[in-house]
Structure formats: structure tokens, C-alpha cells
């Protein structure tokens, strides 16, 4: 069974460009997560997709970040404005079903480095 | 305000020790998760703790959920450098949420 795939691996722009990262989840997985992990610290999640419908954006700077998870398959993020701040991990996960008890699925993630 | 602590954030032993690693919370969890994480990787889930005391191995690792719900112990037996990793633990924030909210995390490694 193929994994969670995101891409680019390896991002590297200077602040105020824009970047999109892509996520492709594990076939037949309703949930689907962004997550951004600065070094040394743990996941902080940005927002949640059940399907085609956002559960939680909360912690989303929505100014500057957008996603979208059309059709309820892939999903998409993207930044615009980056700033120095925002360089960290993007990792992408999903889950059968978006039961606290369930096992999330990470990706590789996607590095993104602003200058 | 982080939900879940761990401690230590870094832990650096020989081959062959025994090891704790804790995760806190002033919060209830209705369960909790630990994954294992290593470099240019995402995590990946080691166990699920749900019932209060419940105490889960999986070989050379041992996970244990507090009576209260509020913390979780992993106790790694004679360790080996094939342990070496970030140890993450998560849970939801609350009962009913969905949200999986992640610890600090700690750093771990075993030195030949």
C-alpha cells in the first residue's frame, strides 16, 4: 500500500516570495491533516480536512497561509507572503476516519527554508 | 500554553541502559499516542493508550497511561542505537475532539 506522499521534499525562497506544497494521502483516507514542525519542537497542526470540508483551522495564519483538499483527495498548501519564521517542516498525514484514537499516517514532509 | 510537556527534551545514554521518558499534561486525555520519529522522516505511531493505568509493551518498550489520564511514561529496555529518535507523545485536547495536539517531544540518542 503506497504512503502518504508530499512534494517538493526541499523548498528554499527568500521572504515575501510564495510556495505551495502538495500532499497526496493514503487511497480511501477521509482525514486529512497539515501539520508544521519547527526544529527541535513537536507537530503543531494547521488544519484538518474531513473529505472536502475544513474541522479545524485554528491555528491557520490565514493572512498568509491558505489550503485546500478539493474533491476530498489531494490537498494543497500554500504560503503567500513567506516570512523568515515560516521555515520549518510541512508534514502531511491522514487517517482512515478522524477518531481521536486513530493511527495517523505521516508523510516524508516538505523542508522549506526562507531567506 | 503547551498541553502536553516532555521531559527530558534531550537524553543521550550508552547501549544497553535503560531509559524513561515522560509526558505531562495538567489536562485529562481521553487517550494518548507515542510515535517515533527520525531524521528526514515524518512519525510514526508506536502505541495507543486508552484505558487509565493501562500499561502496553511492544518488545524492548514499555508504555504506560497514568490513573488520572494526565501523563504517560515509555520505558525502553537495554536500548539500542536503533532506538535513536524524537519521541513524540499526542492526544486530543479534549473529550469529543478529534484534534490530535503533539508534546515537545524528546530527543533521544543511543550511542554505540
Known amino acids: 500500500e503506497a504512503g502518504v506522499a508530499q512534494s517538493p521534499r526541499y523548498k528554499i525562497i527568500e521572504k515575501r516570495q510564495s510556495v505551495a506544497f502538495w500532499c497526496n494521502p493514503i487511497s480511501g483516507h477521509a482525514t486529512l491533516y497539515w501539520y508544521q514542525q519547527i526544529l527541535g519542537q513537536g507537530p503543531k497542526l494547521l488544519i484538518q480536512f474531513q473529505n472536502n470540508g475544513v474541522v479545524d483551522d485554528s491555528q491557520l495564519p490565514k493572512d498568509r497561509f491558505s489550503a485546500e483538499r478539493l474533491k476530498g483527495v489531494d490537498s494543497t498548501l500554500k504560503i503567500q507572503p513567506a516570512k523568515l519564521e515560516d521555515s520549518a517542516v510541512y508534514l502531511c498525514?491522514?487517517?482512515?476516519?478522524?477518531?481521536?484514537?486513530?493511527?495517523?499516517?505521516f508523510g516524508e514532509g516538505s523542508r522549506l527554508t526562507v531567506l | 500554553t503547551q498541553l502536553l510537556e516532555q521531559s527530558p527534551q534531550f537524553l543521550s545514554i550508552q547501549e544497553g541502559e535503560n531509559l524513561t521518558v515522560y509526558c505531562n499534561s495538567s489536562?485529562?486525555?481521553?487517550?494518548l499516542q507515542w510515535y517515533r520519529q527520525e531524521p528526514g522522516e515524518g512519525p510514526v505511531l508506536l502505541v495507543t493508550?486508552?484505558?487509565?493505568?493501562e500499561v502496553k509493551k511492544l518488545k524492548r518498550l514499555t508504555f504506560q497511561f497514568g490513573d488520572a489520564r494526565k501523563d504517560s511514561s515509555l520505558h525502553i529496555t537495554a536500548a539500542q542505537p536503533g532506538d535513536t529518535g524524537l519521541y513524540l507523545c499526542?492526544?486530543?485536547?479534549?473529550?469529543?475532539?478529534?484534534?490530535?495536539?503533539f508534546g515537545t517531544g524528546t530527543r533521544l540518542t543511543i550511542i554505540p
Open positions: 489536562s485529562v486525555f481521553s487517550s
Open positions: 498525514a491522514s487517517s482512515l476516519r478522524g477518531r481521536n484514537t486513530g493511527e495517523l499516517f
Open positions: 493508550v486508552v484505558t487509565g493505568g
Open positions: 499526542a492526544g486530543p485536547p479534549y473529550f469529543g475532539n478529534e484534534k490530535l495536539t
